[in-house]
């Protein structure tokens, strides 16, 4: 850990001299740039000292501990310095015109080198830097510079944990039947080509066991003529590895090694291999593979023989379809144990010398509870409750083991293989993803965050580095999409096109992560169990009582403060937070139940990111107008109708969000409301996403000044009026990078026009647009990038499916409370060929549904209604054979007969569509019939 805190200050230190160096002596320059050089050195240490640790179990001697932790203190207090010299310089950048900017820069460098300025206290950094060298030597610390190199050559000490994985009775394996005769059948069945099978999941998840059991399977074994098994791990040599490849494959038949292998390079290696592998039937297994550059260093040692098998363990997805470029390749995606055999697993574990493996019945509830806590992990079920069989069977126990859970992580050698196996994927990260998955050690227990969300908030920490030709938010996305890749990071929920929508961490992985946090000062959790924290602290997430909180809080040094406390908040706390946390530059408030910001949060000058998202503030200070570093401004849910005029001195702010819905209203016009925002705008070019404004506050004015926003990405507008169009349409035009584009009209009758709109921007995959259209705009046809489209309160003189059934990349199709003359919607053959969700709803008119064969092939989801007119069941319906959910709400009376459960042609759906589920409302009465139950029956 203290490598990436090194790291992040060296990045500040480069920062500080590229955009403050005209305010910065000679001398001084001189001295930053001595104490970046300095960290560098050190860095490259801290480098191989976190490697020896990784690999020998994080067993470094203490002296090696000690200067480690020196060091972070040291980066943290450069840190410090660094960050208050900037927070001297922003506040005397406050309202003052170019000329008095200048003199009081002078003055203020003058100061600034005074005994109180940046010269002393860079000396004393420089200081700093250079006693932490001399300690380093005077201990012969740099003896383990040495023994990293060392450790990169050979594989992981002869103690390495997943050892045990290897040697389980068959007897103490659960729910891999399934897994591993599909894994079976994929080695000894398929074509007669080279084949790779990749074994993918979280570390612990068994991927070792269930290779295992079948490469040892007599099945296997019969069936290839010579095999290996080779646990390959985070380091080895190649010319080592191919080595052990051929002596395994020469020992499985019992044959003496070739003359001279011990001494043979990696060429004469991979020759000898392809030379022993004609004409044979081979299969080998590699076991825990990290690296992507593995099979190239392997795949010609392997010839594409007939028969020939590669079975890859791994918890990296770009490693398991990597060898996807010269063979075959099938992947497994390995998934928890379902609870019935997670419980199966613990009962055997926990009761496995008494009772005959049965849980107690006073001790069901609280086991359960404990599998819960697994996640269907097989490693943790199995060490807890290998932990739980040598304990008292007593609530009382069982109790204090799951309270303490997070301490005993890091302290019972029962546990010691489950934290190392958790922490091995850790360690492999480059520093870069190391701060941004210790992260989640912020949120609370089971908790999703939004990946948008979370993005914005590694981008405010400054995790984020910017690559040449890509945004903040697109490297941030890269590096999220990396840590779900490497089994760190679980999707808990996607949207239509499959990519990540929320996330969070294995719980125990989790409990891991906050010892670590805790550890290297990058955040603590205030409880009710631990309610202080070290100086040094970073991060603050708040589980507390602010009232309870406010006693550990004093001047401080804390960059972020996250809140999850839904009791009562003091003025008194928030008056603390703005007036101790000068440094801050995360505050986050979701869900928090506070009513208004402190008077003086204005004076945060570094904040970069403040969230109020779904809180009661009603009004933002005008003192918001001095947060100049502010990116990310999250309103969304919270009661602020009208943004400040001072809003348009945050020339930095990449994300305006702001939009109220009341979820008790009926859906129509007024269900939502944007805010209302001063013209003059325009100078915050830096904006990437606006939405939702209120259109009508301003006028053609504030519609004009949207022209300006060329780096914008999501629009939206609310409140549109006809007369906007032409405008408007100039506006949108210009926004070449835009992805998401809302309009809603003022009111359902109003015209939105947006027929001028001849080149619009290329990239859009969202559209939603609300209020009357009499025809389909003819650019929306060429979206070639759309994926969502949503039209409602539209008039249409003709059927818009025409126009939209050959949009390439359309899943999502929403219509809603559409009028146009006919009545009849008629989705013809050969259209919508990626359509997975179709929502027609409040279609008074409808009165026919025709589909024919071949149309949105994979559509899966369909919902209808209300539509009074409808009164006979879709003709063609039966052709969706790819949809599992089918949903009619507030049909008439004549529908509802065709449709009752003892109705033939309800039956008669159901058996034509596999899995459908049909929902279907009454006035007030809605029913759901499950396929498998009362459908069939």
Request: hydrophobic share 35%.
């Amino acid at each position: 850990m203290a490598e990436q805190i090194v790291c992040f200050v060296i990045d500040k230190l480069i920062q500080l001299l590229i955009t403050t160096e005209a305010n910065l002596s000679r001398d001084t320059r001189e001295g930053v740039r001595f104490i970046r050089d300095e960290l560098e050195s050190i860095r490259s240490f801290l480098k191989d000292a976190d490697a020896k640790a990784a690999a020998d179990g994080e067993t470094t001697n203490d002296t090696v501990k000690t200067w480690v932790n020196q060091v972070r203190d040291a980066a943290f207090s450069i840190e410090d310095v660094i960050d208050e010299y900037l927070l001297r310089i922003t506040l005397h950048h406050q309202d003052i015109g170019f000329i008095r900017f200048f003199h009081k820069t002078i003055r203020l460098v003058k100061k600034m080198r005074s005994q109180d300025g940046i010269v002393s206290k860079v000396d004393r950094m420089k200081e700093l830097v250079r006693d932490i060298q001399e300690r380093r030597k005077r201990y012969e610390l740099s003896s383990i510079d040495q023994q990293g190199r060392d450790n990169a050559e050979k594989t992981l000490p002869w103690h390495d944990p997943r050892v045990a994985s290897l040697f389980i009775e068959e007897a103490e394996v659960v729910g891999i039947e399934s897994a591993r005769k599909e894994l079976t059948d994929l080695l000894v069945g398929g074509a007669p080509r080279r084949k790779v099978i990749s074994v993918v999941g979280m570390g612990g998840l068994g991927k070792t066991t269930i290779a295992r059991k079948v490469y040892d399977s007599l099945t296997v074994m019969d069936h290839f003529k010579c095999y290996a098994w080779i646990t390959v791990s985070q380091s080895y040599r190649v010319e080592d590895l191919l080595r052990t490849v051929v002596k395994l494959f020469y020992n499985s038949r019992k044959e003496n090694f070739p003359e001279g292998i011990d001494t043979m390079d990696e060429e004469s290696l991979i020759r000898k291999s392809r030379e022993y592998l004609q004409q044979k039937r081979y299969v080998v297994v590699f076991d825990d593979v990290w690296r992507v550059e593995f099979w190239e260093a392997i795949e010609h040692a392997l010839p594409d023989n007939e028969g020939g098998r590669i079975m890859i363990t791994t918890r990296i997805q770009e490693v398991a379809h990597f060898c996807k470029k010269s063979c075959f390749v099938h992947v497994h995606h390995l998934q928890p144990l379902p609870p019935n055999k997670a419980w199966e697993l613990f009962c055997r574990k926990a009761f496995q010398f008494e009772l005959e493996g049965n849980c107690p019945p006073e001790l069901k509830d609280m086991s359960l509870d404990i599998v819960r806590k697994c996640e269907g992990l097989p490693l943790a079920i199995v060490c807890i409750g290998g932990l739980l069989s040598t304990k008292v069977k007593v609530v009382s126990e069982w109790q204090k083991l799951y309270n303490s859970l997070s301490s005993e992580l890091g302290s019972n050698p029962h546990l010691t293989i489950l934290t190392r196996i958790l922490s091995l994927s850790y360690h492999h990260l480059p520093y870069c993803l190391k701060s941004c998955v210790l992260y989640f050690g912020i949120f609370p227990e089971d908790y999703s965050i939004n990946c948008v969300r979370l993005i914005r908030l590694w981008i405010a920490e400054g995790f984020v580095k910017l690559k040449k030709g890509k945004t903040l938010e697109e490297v941030g996305e890269e590096y999220l999409t990396e840590l779900i890749h490497r089994s760190l990071v679980q999707v808990s929920k996607v949207y239509i096109d499959g990519k990540a929508q929320s996330c969070r961490v294995h719980d125990l992985l989790r409990e891991v992560l906050l010892k670590r946090c805790v550890d290297s000062s990058f955040c603590h959790v205030l409880s009710e169990d631990d309610s202080t924290f070290k100086p040094t602290i970073r991060r603050l997430s708040i589980d507390i009582s602010p009232s309870d909180a406010l006693g550990g809080i004093t001047q401080s040094h804390i960059r972020s403060v996250f809140t999850f406390n839904q009791g009562e908040w003091p003025e008194s706390f928030l008056n603390t937070l703005s007036g101790n946390f000068k440094l801050l530059k995360v505050l986050d408030f979701t869900d928090a139940p506070i009513k208004q910001l402190p008077k003086y949060v204005g004076d945060l000058y570094l904040l970069t990111y403040l969230s109020l998202r779904n809180t009661k503030v009603e009004l933002l200070p005008d003192s918001i107008g001095n947060l100049q570093n502010l990116e990310t401004l999250d309103l969304k849910q919270s009661l602020v109708y009208e943004i400040p005029a001072k809003i348009n001195k945050l020339v930095k702010l990449r994300h305006l969000l702001a939009y109220y819905r009341d979820y008790n209203m009926e859906f129509c016009m007024n269900t939502e409301r944007g805010v209302r925002i001063h013209e003059g705008i325009g100078c915050l070019q830096a904006l990437q996403k606006l939405y939702q404004v209120e259109a009508n506050h301003r006028g053609i004015k504030l519609i004009k000044e949207l022209g300006k926003f060329r780096q914008m990405r999501k629009l939206g507008l609310k409140n549109l009026k006809s007369k906007d169009g032409r405008d408007l349409c100039a506006s949108i035009e210009k926004m070449n990078h835009l992805e998401s584009l809302d309009l809603s009209a003022i009111s359902e009758d109003e015209v939105l026009d947006l027929e001028s709109i001849s080149t619009p921007p290329e990239f859009i995959r969202s559209l939603y647009l609300r209020g009357r259209l009499e025809q389909l705009p003819s650019w929306i046809s060429n979206l070639q990038h759309l994926v969502k489209l949503v039209i409602f309160w539209s008039r249409f003189r003709d059927s818009p499916l025409k126009a939209l059934q050959n949009l390439p990349n359309l899943l999502d199709l929403r219509l809603g409370q559409m009028g146009y003359d006919g009545g009849q919607l008629h989705f013809e053959e050969g259209g919508f060929q990626k359509l997975r969700y179709l929502g027609l709803r409040d279609m008074e008119g409808l009165n026919s549904l025709i589909i024919d064969k071949g149309v949105m092939p994979v559509l899966q989801e369909f919902h209808i209604g209300p539509s009074p007119q409808l009164k006979e069941v879709p003709s063609g319906i039966h052709h969706l054979q790819n949809l599992r959910y089918l949903g009619f709400y507030g049909m008439p009376k004549e529908f509802a007969r065709h449709m009752h459960p003892n109705n033939g042609l309800h039956y008669w759906i159901v058996k034509h569509i596999q899995d459908v589920r049909f929902g279907y409302k009454f006035g007030p009465r809605y029913d759901v019939y499950e396929r498998h139950s009362q459908c069939e029956s």
